[in-house]
């Protein structure tokens, strides 16, 4: 059973653009914006490429820390304002074979206006 919702999941495969945010040996905070990430239903994770990846920063950064949060989020509507999105926080991993790729496994997922309402959040620890 997954630790994401089906509405959570529908959402994430929607094509948005998404944010990786990673930490480096030093502490500095990194964030890029890379493609979506597609949700690996056999390890209950998020994977994610992109182009030259094992030469990234983010790839480096996760090798050395294992860490890593994701987000992805826009506006339903303006008028009236309806964010919403979702942020994965947990442990993961940088593989360069067969294909280089970022896994994230999740230990902490926040959810807003991903049901219809942009005010509560769906915040849940995965431990």
């Given amino acids: 059973m997954s630790h994401f919702t089906e509405k959570e999941l529908a959402y994430l495969a929607s094509g948005l653009l998404g944010r990786l945010a990673t930490v480096g040996a030093d502490g500095t905070p990194h964030i890029a914006p890379v493609g979506m990430a597609a949700y690996n239903p056999r390890l209950d994770t998020l994977d994610i490429g992109g182009h030259d990846l094992p030469s990234t920063k983010k790839f480096r950064d996760i090798r050395i820390t294992g860490r890593a949060a994701f987000v992805v989020d826009d506006l339903a509507s303006v008028d009236p304002w309806r964010p919403r999105g979702i942020e994965v926080r947990g442990r993961a991993e940088a593989i360069e074979e067969p294909v280089p790729l970022l896994r994230l496994f999740p230990e902490r997922?926040?959810?807003?206006?991903?049901?219809?309402?942009?005010?509560?959040?769906n915040s849940r620890s995965i431990r």
């Fill in 109 to 121: 997922i926040v959810a807003w206006g991903i049901d219809g309402d942009s005010f509560e959040r």
